[in-house]
Antibody, heavy 120, light 108 residues
Framework: VQLLESGGGLVQPGGSLRLSCAASGFTFRSYAMHWVRQAPGKGPDWLSFISYDGSNKKYVASVMGRFTISRDSSKNTLYLEMNSLRPEDTAVYFC??????????????WGQGTLVTVSS | DIQLTQSPSFLSASVGDRVTITCRASQGISSYLAWYQQKPGKAPKLLIYAASTLQSGVPSRFSGSGSGTEFTLTISSLQPEDFATYYCQQLNSYPSVTFGQGTKVEIK
């Protein structure tokens, strides 16, 4: 199993960014996926979930309405569209494999993370 | 939202020491709890799930216990590679999950 995030970088407050997570080594279309972020010196924070078929999406309150999770199973890729970015969104963003179909699952596979810095 | 509180936040210990970290949940979460180890610049690594089940490949010196609202992670004999930050995580409200604030284990 490999998860490879990309798309991070420096963005000004109010700006937008789209993160990608390329998945390999497992049947991507059969698994739910998550985004988790970790601000410098802090613990991980769960951000968002998408079901295996994309029909169910969940968000933490702090990003609802600003972030959108999506997936393209033909490309084995997970996305996170981030708008109206704030300095407090500065963090390393990880994609994490979820459970198979509708099962819950502990977070056993993580990507290496991509750094997003929101600053003027 | 379910809050997780870890104690201590910081722990100084020597190689060979027995180390115990506690995680308390703000409400009952049955056994839907995991422990992760994180080293600088790396993603968290799953150590224990379902409160007490050792993840494949994790050394047997790690163990977990508890249910309901109080949980512990024990390292029976601390090794040099165990110096890291440890996080608990609850999955009772999956897919929305929460993590504890972390316990940093440093060399005395």
């Amino acid at each position: 199993v490999q998860l490879l995030e990309s798309g991070g970088g420096l963005v000004q407050p109010g700006g937008s960014l789209r993160l990608s997570c390329a998945a390999s080594g497992f049947t991507f279309r059969s698994y739910a996926m998550h985004w988790v972020r970790q601000a410098p010196g802090k613990g991980p924070d769960w951000l968002s979930f998408i079901s295996y078929d994309g029909s169910n999406k969940k968000y933490v309150a702090s990003v609802m309405g600003r972030f959108t999770i999506s997936r393209d199973s033909s490309k084995n890729t997970l996305y996170l569209e981030m708008n109206s970015l704030r300095p407090e969104d500065t963090a390393v963003y990880f994609c994490v494999r979820g459970g198979m179909y509708d099962d819950y699952a502990y977070f056993d596979y993580w990507g290496q993370g991509t750094l997003v810095t929101v600053s003027s | 939202d379910i809050q997780l509180t870890q104690s201590p936040s910081f722990l100084s210990a020597s190689v060979g020491d027995r180390v115990t970290i506690t995680c308390r949940a703000s409400q009952g979460i049955s056994s839907y709890l995991a422990w992760y180890q994180q080293k600088p610049g790396k993603a968290p690594k799953l150590l224990i799930y379902a409160a007490s089940t050792l993840q494949s490949g994790v050394p047997s010196r790690f163990s977990g216990s508890g249910s309901g609202t109080e949980f512990t992670l024990t390292i029976s004999s601390l090794q040099p590679e165990d110096f890291a930050t440890y996080y608990c995580q609850q999955l009772n409200s999956y897919p929305s999950v929460t993590f504890g604030q972390g316990t940093k284990v440093e060399i005395k």
